[in-house]
């Protein structure tokens, strides 16, 4: 854990505290201050020299470091149990920084097929270019897996868990299992889960990664991404991140720090909520198939219940009908903002064959294994009343 972070405590505990005591003093602030510049003086040449060698403990140049960032840094690696932790600008550069620093050209990787589009982007379109081979699996097909590390030189396994869109989850233990004795280092993107669902570090991923424009942003008014994990690998993933320059600046760091304080407490009522409105959409006529985790009916629900203590506030379902019968629907709701992205105090909800995947056309997309009715409703912490309401309005005006 961070020093300075509240040893011991509860998961909402060390969201509040966690990386920010002691904080620079100024003018005594609870809050965190913004550290707002892009370069730092020395007093002379010796204590340059002292910073150099590490025995100094100032800063030098924003793109490598900044006080606030750091703060951010700390208060993940404590709620995720991490050694170290790297924030970036976006999701997205969390992810790729993180794949050029530790996939060596000429290598080959394992990832998963329901995965966010932007990363399955980057695998097919630039880590070939470095002559890197992938394998595309089931997230729940372990014997694929085996005959991946059989096969192949795997330097890296890399899976959202859940998965975007379908939520689809991976057994971290047993993956682990199979790939250490590889030499494969174990990745999970844990955006969907938060720390307060899930541990991947003390399942036995190598590094966990967010995008922390999401629930640990938690406001819909940030972009950021983290990388967290052993110390060696995020060391390598810093220095990669020094050179392609993806820094988050430190307003930002600040909007990360302030989201991050009520992180326990929104991702419980987003537990709750989420839960409550799958079983319902479930249950509904108009409903043809609901993806969440914390459903019985779901692959993975068995994996999900020993990995995760909730199931997340992203519920996926597939409307009864085609494209035009889900965009019916979504634009029949009021409450939810139609937008990309999750995990803030709004419910947003999207249509992926839409707002994702329109320019990959039909064929394309159910060869990605996107449904062309499928739906994503990511929950606020609007009351579920509310949120309920104007599903029973919304499918009032389909079933007219």
């Not at 509240?6 to 602030?29: F, L, N, Q, W, Y």
């Not at 150099?52 to 006080?67: F, Q, V």
């Not at 379109?125 to 059989?150: F, H, Q, R, Y």
């Not at 992203?314 to 709701?333: I, N, P, Q, T």
């Amino acid at each position: 854990m961070a020093d300075g972070a509240p040893h011991g405590h509860s998961m909402a505990t060390k969201a509040v505290h966690s990386g920010e005591r002691p904080k620079p003093r100024v003018a005594d602030s609870v809050g965190f201050p913004i550290v707002q510049t892009s370069t730092y003086a020395f007093a002379d040449t010796a204590e340059l020299i002292a910073f150099k060698e590490g025995r100094g403990t100032s800063w030098e140049y924003g793109r490598l470091g900044n006080p606030t960032q750091r703060a951010c840094e700390e208060k993940i690696m404590a709620l995720e149990g991490a050694e170290d932790c790297l924030v970036t600008a976006s999701g997205m550069s969390a992810a790729t920084t993180m794949l050029l620093a530790l996939v060596p050209a000429g290598s080959h990787i394992v990832t998963t097929t329901d995965c966010y589009f932007g990363t399955r982007n980057f695998i097919q379109t630039v880590l070939p270019k470095m002559g890197v081979t992938v394998s595309v699996i089931d997230p729940a097909d372990i014997g694929a897996l085996e005959v991946a590390l059989e096969q192949h030189n795997v330097s890296l396994f890399f899976s959202e868990s859940p998965t975007n869109p379908c939520l689809r989850c991976v057994d971290i233990p047993r993956v682990k299992a199979l790939c250490e004795p590889k030499g494969a280092i174990v990745v999970i993107d844990s955006t969907f889960a938060t720390p307060i669902n899930q541990q991947p570090l003390a399942l036995g991923a190598d590094l966990v990664i967010h995008s922390a424009t999401k629930y640990l942003g938690g406001h819909h008014d940030l972009l950021a991404g983290a990388v967290a994990g052993r110390r060696d690998l995020v060391a390598a993933v810093r220095d990669m991140h020094s050179m392609l320059g993806a820094v988050l600046d430190p307003h930002a760091a600040f909007l990360l720090l302030r989201g991050m304080k009520t992180l326990e407490i929104r991702v419980a009522r987003q537990n709750a909520t989420a839960l409550e409105l799958a079983r319902r959409l479930e249950a509904h006529p108009q409903i043809a198939r609901v993806h969440y985790p914390g459903l019985k009916s779901h692959p993975d629900h068995a994996v999900a219940a020993r990995q995760m203590t909730g199931f997340g506030g992203v519920v996926s379902f597939e409307v009864a009908g085609d494209l035009w019968a889900a965009a019916k629907l979504v634009d029949s709701l009021r409450l939810p903002y139609m937008a990309p992205s999750l995990g803030g105090v709004e419910s947003l909800v999207e249509q992926p064959a839409v707002i994702s995947y329109w320019d990959q056309g039909a064929e394309k997309r159910a060869e990605m294994g996107i449904q062309e009715s499928l739906v994503r409703y990511s929950c606020g912490i609007e009351s579920i009343v509310d949120i309920w309401a104007d599903f029973e309005q919304a499918f009032a005006q389909c079933r007219g």
